[in-house]
């Protein structure tokens, strides 16, 4: 069976530090679910960028997570796993926008989806955009 949901479409926004190789801080991309950013006019649209993540626990985390399901409450195993994966699919997201040269990502949305018993994949896209300057 598999299982999918998306992110509500609030404004929100994903900032990371960004840290190149040579040890400054790179262009900032601005991440958002909206579909557009007040204050900034889009000028051209780059295309759709994505990231994603598979992500399993390990046995002895899934034991202690099937227990847990028994008694009841929060997976906080899983809640971890998916927190991290979300993290990871942004970060590669913004990767791949920041190739391309765009300023901005907009209209992101995330999905879940049960890839098996297991494990769970995080799929993050958007649109990258430019802005005038």
Known sequence: MNKSSVMDTRLWT???RFE??????????IITT??????KRIVKT???VT???IRAKHIGKDIIAAL??????EIKEYTEMLSE???EALQRMENNARKIGADAVIGVRLTTSMISTNAAEILVYGTAVKFKR
């Open 34 to 39: 909206a579909n557009e950013i007040p204050g």
């Open 51 to 53: 990231g994603s993540t």
């Open 20 to 29: 190149s190789a040579r040890g400054y801080m790179a262009k900032e991309i």
């Open 46 to 48: 780059l295309g759709i």
């Open 85 to 87: 994966a979300r993290k």
């Open 14 to 16: 994903w900032r990371p």
């Open 68 to 73: 847990r399901n028994i008694v009841g409450g």
